[in-house]
């Protein structure tokens, strides 16, 4: 398959869909980040050491723009999934970015431990307890993570359309084009596609960070 392009992907989730929350598989448990971890970390979104060597400063320009001065909140909201040897397999926070809007952050499994169902029980995790007030939850994806973007939907998660958030520009036509490519047909013709709330709009108008 040829490579797929990092195109900007905004998906928001205005209720959960409860029939999707699943457990985790017998043989690993769920804990905080542990503050010794965080090279892990800021490694676990690469699937190749040299790839997470090479965005290692974006990573820290992330963490200290994002999570500065409230690491202890961030140690205390960022889940890892982890073996019976005790070692991370999987990662996901939810954070309030910009301090108003719920957003997912840096979901991700191991490529080695995909297909377990650890993914959705993570997330299921993280969403299972969240309070009316605490929708709509916001993420950003990019067309190569269409298997999240399947798991996504099965949550609640709807597409947003609009031609930019914040900094960034929504690239979901030319991102459509390639879900369909690699998407299972009945799974793609699920996605829904919604327009974002005027504040969710409105408020990133005004931004000059990336912290979603």
Sequence with gaps: MEEIPDLNIF???PSINREALTDLPEGFHVRNLRKEELDIWMAM???DPE???EYKPFMEDFFHTTYGGQDELFFEKTLVVCDKYGEPVATCLLWKAYGRFSTIHWFKVLP????????RALLSIIMKDLKQEDYPVYLHTQPGS???IKLYS????DLLSGDRFGSRKNELEESLAILEKCMPKQEFYKLKITEAPEDFKEALESVTTVQF
């Design 146 to 148: 269409y298997r999240a």
């Design 45 to 47: 979104p690469f699937d």
């Design 11 to 13: 998906m928001m989730c």
């Design 154 to 157: 099965d949550f609640g998660f």
């Design 112 to 119: 080695s431990y995909e297909g377990k169902g650890i993914g």
């Design 51 to 53: 790839t997470a060597k």
